[in-house]
């Protein structure tokens, strides 16, 4: 019953953070081209909204519409073992191609002098990764995807002759969805001897196949309100620092969570109280507190700005999952400890207006992982990632300008030993090589 127990808990738990990059940055087209450097102390579109509300007293009236489009390919090479870790598990290759497409909306209204108010509509968690459901990696992970959305209201205004002070509220919905596949044999083999699995018709030379494989999906969501406060203290009329913070928003998933097997394995699943069922469950989960220190300065026809961003993903610690339906509260009884670290973020960036019409802008970005080596799954086999990007800025008239941004990662390589073998029956053992492209057009309207 052990094994059964922990197959499940591990599905659940890869539920609520296993999409590729759990925060996503391009929330920008403009932004992205200079790897969102200085974000909190730029002001540089309505966007600021987003970034620190107390900039937006440096926008005017605007409204920006953007399109981010969002490559990530990740790949697995190595050992995928089930048995005592000498059986190969039979199936494709753990290949996940996605793309995603990210639209966000922003706007803000000088209300007075002193005074503006923005409100904005954004994807900061939007990602998902699909390995397939007859690869190698399916006892880890077959599908997974989570979608975050914020709405914030945001206000601004100018607290002293230097300082500028802002805050919103954000009301954020989370939602998320799992699928894995549930190794029948070895869970058999873990309980009982192989001619009694074969007596229940679970035969033990299937195992490394998919013949027998059960289907665990779960989905859930929640809407819950956080906020944000920042500053932007005017050094000169050149040059400011920007301050902003994001709060924890904490999210009671709530929602189905449905186990199915083959005919095959009736029997066995019947003896060891793993009916097929389709149920409620939920499970908490937090988006981190945020901390980014900018520094913008102009300087003629240049301009120069740098980030420094933490993030609290220590937040990430365990995932609990509760049922009231007693089946499924047995079988996840465990907690999933995942024990994440807080992180740091590097950006600079410099833009460079060419003409009246043409503004053109590049950046690099550093940002750490969060995740030890001792803790890396396929679906986070992230490295410490490295991006260049490339952009422009071009004012079609007054009222009307159109920007663009592109953005490489170099690629990524993260050594794995995911060892499931006493829960999900499965064991990783390789390297997992991940490359992310992304790029965003957007148009903003000076009204």
């Known amino acids: 019953m052990q094994r059964s127990c922990l197959t499940i808990a591990l599905a659940l738990a890869a539920a609520s953070a296993s999409g590729q990059g759990f925060y996503v940055d391009e929330q920008s087209?403009?932004?992205?081209?200079?790897?969102?450097?200085?974000?909190?102390?730029?002001?540089?579109?309505?966007?600021?909204?987003?970034?620190?509300?107390?900039?937006?007293?440096?926008?005017?009236?605007?409204?920006?519409?953007?399109?981010?489009?969002?490559?990530?390919?990740?790949?697995?090479?190595?050992?995928?073992?089930?048995?005592?870790?000498?059986?190969?598990?039979?199936?494709?290759?753990?290949?996940?191609?996605?793309?995603?497409?990210?639209?966000?909306?922003?706007?803000?209204?000088?209300?007075?002098?002193?005074?503006?108010?923005?409100?904005?509509?954004?994807?900061?968690?939007?990602?998902?990764?699909?390995?397939?459901?007859?690869?190698?990696?399916?006892?880890?992970?077959?599908?997974?995807?989570?979608?975050?959305?914020?709405?914030?209201?945001?206000?601004?205004?100018?607290?002293?002759?230097?300082?500028?002070?802002?805050?919103?509220?954000?009301?954020?919905?989370?939602?998320?969805?799992?699928?894995?596949?549930?190794?029948?044999?070895?869970?058999?083999?873990g309980q009982l001897d192989p001619a009694t699995c074969s007596s229940l018709g679970v035969d033990p030379a299937l195992l490394g196949s998919s013949t027998l494989d059960g289907r665990f999906e779960m989905e859930g969501d929640n809407t819950d309100v956080g906020f944000s406060v920042g500053s932007v203290y005017h050094l000169s009329e050149q040059a400011r620092l920007g301050l902003h913070y994001r709060s924890r928003i904490t999210h009671e998933l709530t929602g189905s969570a449905k186990v199915s097997f083959p005919d095959g394995a009736t029997t066995l699943v019947n003896i060891a109280g793993l009916e097929s069922v389709t149920t409620a469950g939920s499970a908490q989960i937090s988006t981190p507190e945020v901390l980014n220190l900018s520094y913008f300065q102009r300087h003629g026809a240049w301009s120069w700005q740098a980030d420094l961003s933490w993030s609290k993903w220590s937040r990430y610690k365990e995932l609990a999952i509760q049922s009231r339906n007693s089946t499924v509260a047995a079988l996840t009884a465990e907690p999933q400890v995942y024990d994440w670290n807080e992180s740091y973020r590097f950006a600079a960036g410099v833009d460079y207006q060419l003409s009246p019409q043409l503004t053109l802008r590049s950046g690099f970005a550093y940002d750490q992982s969060p995740i030890d080596d001792d803790n890396v799954t396929i679906d986070f086999g992230f490295a410490d990632y490295r991006a260049l990007s490339v952009g422009l800025s071009y004012a079609i008239n007054d009222q009307l300008t159109v920007d663009a941004g592109f953005q490489h990662t170099l690629q990524?390589?993260?050594?794995?030993?995911?060892?499931?073998?006493?829960?999900?029956?499965?064991?990783?053992?390789?390297?997992?090589?991940?490359?992310?492209?992304?790029?965003?057009?957007?148009?903003?309207?000076?009204?």
């Open 29 to 189: 087209a403009l932004r992205l081209g200079n790897a969102f450097s200085g974000g909190a102390a730029s002001g540089s579109d309505a966007s600021t909204a987003y970034y620190n509300p107390a900039a937006m007293l440096l926008v005017g009236d605007e409204m920006a519409i953007n399109l981010s489009a969002i490559s990530v390919q990740s790949e697995f090479d190595g050992d995928a073992t089930t048995g005592d870790g000498s059986i190969a598990i039979q199936g494709d290759d753990a290949e996940a191609d996605n793309f995603d497409l990210l639209p966000t909306l922003y706007y803000v209204q000088q209300v007075r002098d002193g005074l503006a108010a923005g409100v904005y509509i954004n994807a900061p968690y939007a990602t998902g990764t699909d390995f397939g459901s007859d690869s190698v990696s399916r006892y880890q992970v077959s599908e997974s995807n989570i979608t975050g959305i914020d709405l914030g209201l945001a206000l601004g205004f100018k607290a002293t002759k230097s300082l500028d002070l802002g805050v919103s509220m954000i009301l954020q919905y989370l939602g998320a969805k799992q699928v894995v596949a549930i190794n029948t044999p070895a869970l058999c083999l």
């Open 412 to 447: 990524q390589q993260r050594d794995i030993d995911q060892n499931n073998l006493q829960s999900a029956g499965a064991r990783l053992n390789g390297e997992v090589t991940t490359d992310v492209n992304s790029a965003a057009v957007g148009v903003r309207w000076s009204l």
